[in-house]
Nanobody, 121 residues
């Protein structure tokens, strides 16, 4: 059974940092593009970042560029999202997802259950 499990969310003060993890089971992440998405209450889900399977190239939404870093550790079958300089507007449920092909924010096949990130003082 193919499964993605996110972890690492929590409550953090503005300006703080968190590292989210996306662990895969039942399949090897090496061949998949992994994307991170988020959905805040009352808002549509938005793409945050993705990392390619071939050359590890990355892409970031403008709202997180320079603050978030996506990386992958194929040996651990895990993808990470390091989030620095967090702002209250980063508060959302964060999801990871997997797809074949190119790095994009569309048409992902497998999704995790999400992890809550709350940025508040």
């Amino acid at each position: 059974q193919l499964q993605l499990v996110e972890s690492g969310g929590g409550l953090v003060q503005p300006g703080g940092s968190l590292r989210l993890s996306c662990a895969a089971s039942g399949f090897t992440l090496d061949y998949y593009v992994i994307g991170w998405f988020r959905q805040a209450p009352g808002k549509e889900r938005e793409g945050v970042s993705c990392i390619s399977s071939s050359d590890g190239s990355t892409y970031y939404a403008d709202s997180v560029k320079g603050r978030f870093t996506i990386s992958r550790d194929n040996a651990k079958n895990t993808v990470y999202l390091r989030m620095n300089s967090l702002k209250p507007e980063d508060t959302a449920v964060y999801y990871c997802a997997a797809r074949l092909g190119r790095c994009t924010f569309h048409e992902y096949d497998y999704w995790g259950q999400g992890t809550q990130v709350t940025v508040s003082s």
